[in-house]
């Protein structure tokens, strides 16, 4: 079958034919349908969030069951559904505790399936998989246990997408924390996932929602999405800014949600007294974030950190469907593009590039 393999950091992905093992006890052989270009695919291309390679990247899926692995009962061929990018065993302290999003099982066969051994592979060469969705190909194996079931009336791109920037935006703002209503809400970095954030903020009936992004694209895109205000800090400081729209106090919640340790801080010092800092992105590895220890202290902030929204997908991901299916949750303009499996690059290509809007890959 078809992947886009990464070989190298900094390099194009190579479209080219793999060969998949069945699954095995646990697992099951899906159809790709839908496979969304995230930036955190991007980081790893980068070398910024180091994976084993080579790789088949590509976390944000739907699919159809071709077929099952010994034991699988959850699902059956045909069955149309969500591969969430952190798999839950349901058995380690995290899941056992309700922090599906954090499976120790999963964090622990990174690159891997459950087992710690891979399906993927080219001739004698191992291939390793994205966080045990490798949708950057015609077809995947993942484990059971975290598929979700769709309803049919839910399109594959729109499902896509609800395997990560819905579920990681909206949760950072409904479970991560909670909005309270009317407080005062920034959103630092509106792609993909941010502009989820904003939704996820719009939904907890937030008052000002302020965008923040270096693009003015992006920030017009945000304005249908909850935005009431947008700044852009190549013309502003942003930090000053949000202070300004809330009445000299800062936000009661600042969302960063692109990935750098300037955007941490800043989202760290637009926060008012007693009022919370979420992190959503990851800064590249080796870059450290100041973070002013007197304000913490002195002005009860908080610095959170938000994993995949904080979701459970089994519980989380059935709500976002009905939030969509109500109209609550906008998933169809969110996406701007479709791409095919052959031209994955030119698809990194216009994220880096700013194209505003989630593309999506749905040829194989
Ligand atoms: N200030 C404000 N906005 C900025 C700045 C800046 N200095 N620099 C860039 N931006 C904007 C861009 O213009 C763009 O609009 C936005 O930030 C980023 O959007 P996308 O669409 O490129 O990125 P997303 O939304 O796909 O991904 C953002 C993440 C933060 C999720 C991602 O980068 C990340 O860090 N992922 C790692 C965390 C993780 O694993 N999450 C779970 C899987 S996504
Ligand atoms: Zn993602």
Redesign the pocket.
């Known amino acids: 079958m078809k992947a886009a393999v990464l070989y190298e950091y900094g390099q194009p992905l190579v479209v080219e034919e793999v060969e998949l093992d069945p699954p095995k006890a646990g697992e099951v052989h899906v159809r790709v349908a839908a496979a969304g270009?995230?930036?955190?695919d991007?980081?790893v291309m980068k070398g910024e969030?180091p994976q084993p390679l080579p790789i088949v990247l590509g976390?944000?899926a739907s699919a159809v069951v071709l077929d099952v692995g010994e034991g699988v009962t959850s699902v059956k061929p045909g069955d149309r559904i969500i591969t969430p990018?952190v798999s839950s065993c349901g058995r380690c302290t995290s899941c056992l505790t309700g922090h599906a999003n954090l499976c120790d099982a999963h964090s622990a066969t990174a690159g891997a399936m459950f087992d710690g051994t891979t399906r993927l592979h080219k001739g004698e060469q191992r291939i390793h998989h994205m966080s045990k969705v490798t949708c950057f190909a015609q077809e995947a194996i993942v484990p059971d246990k975290s598929c979700v079931i769709l309803p049919d009336d839910v399109p594959m791109p729109q499902a896509a997408l609800i395997g990560?920037?819905v579920t990681?935006?909206v949760g950072a703002a409904t479970e991560s924390v909670q909005v309270r209503p009317g407080s005062t809400v920034a959103v630092?970095?509106?792609?993909?996932?941010?502009?989820n954030v904003l939704q996820g903020a719009r939904l907890q009936n937030a008052g000002k929602i302020i965008a923040?992004?270096?693009?003015e694209g992006?920030l017009e895109f945000a304005m249908r999405f909850g935005a009431t205000h947008t700044v852009n800090?190549t013309q502003q400081d942003?930090v000053q800014r949000v202070k300004e729209i809330t009445n000299g106090l800062g936000v009661d919640y600042a969302f960063?949600?692109?990935?750098?340790a300037?955007?941490v801080t800043?989202a760290f010092n637009m926060v008012r007294k007693g009022g919370t800092a979420v992190v959503?992105?990851?800064?590249p590895a080796d870059e450290l974030a100041g973070v002013d220890t007197v304000a913490l202290v002195r002005q009860e902030k908080t610095l959170k950190g938000s994993?995949?929204g904080g979701a459970r997908p089994a519980v989380d991901m059935p709500s976002i469907i009905e939030m969509y299916r109500s109209g609550k949750i906008n998933i169809d303009d969110l996406i701007t593009r479709q791409y095919k499996l052959d031209d994955i690059n030119e698809a990194y290509a216009d994220?880096?590039r700013?194209v505003?809007g989630?593309g999506v890959i749905t040829e194989f």
């Open positions: 270009v995230c930036r955190s991007l980081h969030a976390h944000e990018f990560c920037c990681t935006g630092i970095g509106c792609g993909g996932v941010g502009v923040v992004d270096i693009n992006a800090p942003p960063e949600v692109f990935g750098s300037e955007t800043n959503v992105g990851l800064a994993y995949y994220l880096e700013g505003v989630r």
